[in-house]
């Protein structure tokens, strides 16, 4: 192999190399979800979105603006009416929807939450934004007919709006004594970096896009 050829095999690769660590471009991520997202029971600095404010501003100093508009006890229907004013006000390049806990607590129909997830996410998708969904699982306080047709909502609407979906935003910590807060329904502090991980693949994906 000739010297002008190995030195620019050694430039590109260096050149990959830089691409591969470099930080997503700089956008706004707004957090909209319910207590799980509020940091309930906690410190707001405990939460995880909190935890993934401080990540991002190490990976890129002062590029990124995380906005949590989540509100403890919050549905779906609630966060309809919110969404719109707080899109225009932020024009967030990333909307993570946490939504649809409390409208399975409270019994609500799952065909009303579907069609305020799936209008949350038309809303969000015209404001320009990507959209990450973050489904969710309810105690079987209603049967087992009421507990699937809420869990199959989620992967309804995401297929339906083409969007990135983690099936359950608590798996590996709803229903463990350690990870939970003495109610049994909200995750502690010690739980807060679990659900980080589990919503940062798609974050940083949808933010490196």
């Given at each position: 192999?000739?010297?002008?050829?190995?030195?620019?095999?050694?430039?590109?690769?260096?050149?990959?190399?830089?691409?591969?660590?470099?930080?997503?471009?700089?956008?706004?991520?707004?957090?909209?979800?319910?207590?799980?997202?509020?940091?309930?029971?906690?410190?707001?600095?405990?939460?995880?979105?909190?935890?993934?404010?401080?990540?991002?501003?190490?990976?890129?100093?002062?590029?990124?603006?995380?906005?949590?508009?989540?509100?403890?006890?919050?549905?779906?229907a609630g966060g309809l009416r919110r969404l719109p004013a707080l899109l225009?006000?932020?024009?967030?390049?990333?909307?993570?929807?946490?939504?649809?806990?409390?409208?399975?607590?409270?019994?609500?129909?799952?065909?009303?939450?579907?069609?305020?997830?799936?209008?949350?996410?038309?809303?969000?998708?015209?404001?320009?934004?990507?959209?990450?969904?973050?489904?969710?699982?309810?105690?079987?306080?209603?049967?087992?007919?009421?507990?699937?047709?809420?869990?199959?909502?989620?992967?309804?609407?995401?297929?339906?709006?083409?969007?990135?979906?983690?099936?359950?935003?608590?798996?590996?910590?709803?229903?463990?004594?350690?990870?939970?807060?003495?109610?049994?329904?909200?995750?502690?502090?010690?739980?807060?970096?679990?659900?980080?991980?589990?919503?940062?693949?798609?974050?940083?994906?949808?933010?490196?896009?």
């Amino acid at each position: 192999m000739s010297k002008v050829m190995s030195t620019w095999i050694r430039n590109l690769c260096g050149v990959v190399l830089c691409l591969a660590i470099m930080p997503a471009s700089a956008a706004t991520v707004l957090i909209y979800g319910d207590s799980i997202s509020a940091s309930y029971g906690m410190d707001i600095e405990q939460g995880w979105v909190s935890l993934l404010d401080k990540r991002l501003a190490k990976r890129a100093p002062g590029k990124h603006q995380v906005i949590n508009a989540s509100v403890s006890g919050e549905t779906t229907a609630g966060g309809l009416r919110r969404l719109p004013a707080l899109l225009k006000q932020h024009t967030p390049d990333v909307v993570v929807l946490e939504l649809g806990a409390n409208d399975g607590l409270r019994g609500q129909p799952p065909k009303l939450m579907e069609r305020n997830l799936a209008a949350m996410i038309r809303l969000s998708q015209q404001a320009g934004a990507r959209v990450v969904l973050l489904g969710m699982k309810i105690p079987p306080n209603y049967g087992k007919a009421y507990t699937n047709a809420f869990f199959a909502v989620f992967p309804k609407v995401a297929k339906a709006g083409n969007i990135a979906l983690l099936p359950f935003f608590l798996d590996g910590v709803g229903g463990v004594p350690e990870l939970m807060q003495k109610d049994g329904l909200h995750p502690n502090a010690k739980a807060q970096p679990k659900l980080l991980e589990q919503a940062w693949p798609l974050i940083f994906q949808h933010l490196a896009e």
